[in-house]
């Protein structure tokens, strides 16, 4: 079947301006998550989503960072006046229910901010 | 002390050669143990999981934990050039991970 899709693959943008990053998870999977990732670095948790409940927002490093998910599938990770630390590879993962640590992942989004 | 800790390599080898991947970590709360394979300007793909001390082995992967000494590894026998990715191993506790920043492997022909 289909697995996680992102939109779009690559993004680049003016410091300052705001973005929004797409994620499109496995259907009937009930849990999702965002994740950053830096050249060097490891992959940084940033929020997730599980069904109906609040999302974790623990990982979000600023409040210029925001996520919602539509419907409980859909998901867009919206970043505002966009800074140059903010170049990443965006990656977003889905698993079937609460409690699963089976993760299945994105292509990613290149993140530029010039 | 950052939770997980991975050495970044690169690690060089050649075709048919074993490979040993490790990891440490320091919050004994973790319960699953995981790795990653990604390949360049490529999602990471889950290879393995296990939950306890032990080897769980898959094909031509195998993956141990070592709770105790709070120490995971990834083996991979007869090592191929499509091998060569970067494999980052990851903890679980709830339902959040925690990832190593990934290790770089080369295989060569």
């Known amino acids: 079947g289909a697995g996680v899709s992102q939109s779009p693959s690559n993004k680049v943008t003016e410091k300052g301006k705001d973005v929004e990053l797409r994620c499109d998870p496995i259907?009937?999977?009930?849990?999702l998550y965002w994740y950053r990732q830096s050249l060097g670095q490891g992959l940084e948790f940033l929020i997730y989503?599980?069904?109906?409940?609040?999302?974790?927002k623990s990982g979000l490093p600023s409040d210029r960072f925001s996520a919602e998910r539509t419907g409980g599938s859909v998901s867009t990770l919206t970043i505002q006046r966009t800074q140059q630390e903010d170049s990443a590879v965006y990656l977003c993962a889905s698993s079937a229910r609460q409690g699963s640590y089976e993760q299945y992942f994105g292509p990613g989004t290149r993140l530029t901010v010039t | 002390q950052k939770e997980v800790e991975q050495d970044p390599g690169p690690l060089s080898v050649p075709e048919g050669a074993i490979v040993s991947l490790n990891c440490t970590y320091s919050n004994s709360a973790f319960q699953y143990f995981m790795w990653y394979r990604q390949y360049s300007r490529k999602g990471p793909e889950l290879l393995m999981y296990t939950y306890s001390s032990g080897n769980k082995e898959d094909g031509r992967f195998t993956a141990q934990v070592d709770k105790s000494s709070k120490y995971i590894s990834l083996f991979i026998r007869d090592s191929q050039p499509s091998d060569s990715a970067t494999y980052l191993c990851a903890m679980g506790r709830y339902s959040t991970l925690t990832f190593g920043k990934g290790t770089m492997l080369l295989v060569s022909p």
């Open positions: 259907s009937g999977h009930t849990a």
């Open positions: 989503f599980q069904g109906n409940s609040a999302p974790d």
